[in-house]
């Protein structure tokens, strides 16, 4: 121990420069966490972050719908080179580059995402395409919890960005937010942006039922591996500025094939949705 950090000359200091030399000369531990890094971040300890991603894994393998279970193991389970090498990929691009740099929020309070204004938008709009996915599966911006475990404050927003980008896969893909729709979107992502809770999200799909699987592997999956490897990443698309494009235009740009109807096939297979997605990422 520092000859200014042993007992007798701690005991000489005033409360509060002793507890600051008391907590700066031990290790980061469960009950010496350091400052957060930005509002709402929690530091972990190596053996937290790793309990937390077993956890959250086995719990949404178990039950698909638990959004918030996903949500968790997005980030506990994205190793930090992962995540950097997504930052590069989106240095490398301009329109990456201005998102890094405005870090815009997607969120019904945003007025070019209100739905007013996206109602106003021609009608093959993304926009329009947008609001019209949002209104039938009945969800929500706005329920997408913030970044919590995630230590840079950058590559946080980069998994923010992610979450709340999550919708608009779902309207440019066509897929709906059952499990069956939401394993064949994580395919997609796992595909397209390499993320390792997308790649482990599609695990749930031993849990659909018999023709669903199978509709999976012959359909949902050969094409999430396509469209996904082919697409522009996503990342990197400035969504907030293309709402008034065509959508079926931008889907040619960025390389976006459209997702066979699920509901369509359903009803050829004569199924019947009774389930309800998480419509997390």
């Known amino acids: 121990m ?41 530091p972990l300890t190596t053996f937290e972050r790793a309990s937390l991603a077993v956890g959250s894994a086995i719990g949404s393998l178990l039950n698909p719908r638990r959004g918030d279970l996903i949500a968790l193991l997005g980030e506990t389970s994205s190793p930090t080179p992962y995540l950097s090498s997504l930052r590069n990929t989106m240095l490398s691009s301009p329109t990456g580059r201005r998102i890094l740099r405005d870090r815009p929020r997607i969120a019904s309070s945003t007025t070019c995402l209100s739905p007013s204004h996206l109602l106003s938008l021609p009608p093959n709009s993304l926009g329009r395409t947008y609001a019209a996915w949002l209104a039938s ?31 608009f896969y779902h309207a440019v893909t066509g897929l709906p937010v059952w499990v069956e729709g939401e394993v064949a979107l994580k395919a997609f992502e796992a595909a397209n942006l390499g993320m390792p809770m997308a790649g482990l999200a599609v695990g749930a799909v031993w849990r659909l039922k018999p023709k669903a699987r199978a509709r999976f592997w012959s359909m949902y999956g050969p094409w999430a591996v396509r469209s996904g490897w082919r697409a522009e990443c ?28 699920l509901r369509v096939e359903r009803r050829r297979g004569k199924e019947v949705s ?7 990422a």
């Open 274 to 280: 009774v389930e309800g997605g998480a419509g997390a």
């Open 137 to 167: 599966e009945h969800v929500s911006p706005d329920t997408r919890a913030p970044v919590r475990y995630i230590a840079d404050p950058e590559l946080a927003y980069i998994v923010q960005r992610y979450r709340e980008c999550h919708d």
């Open 234 to 261: 996503l990342l990197n698309v400035y969504w907030e500025e293309c709402l008034g494009v065509d959508v079926d235009v931008l889907r040619r740009e960025w390389g976006i094939e459209k997702a066979p109807d």
């Open 2 to 42: 520092p000859p200014s950090t042993t007992p007798r000359n701690l005991l000489k200091l005033p409360p509060s420069i002793r507890l600051s030399t008391l907590t700066s000369s031990h290790p980061f531990s469960v009950l010496n966490r350091p400052p957060p890094n930005y509002p709402g971040h929690v």
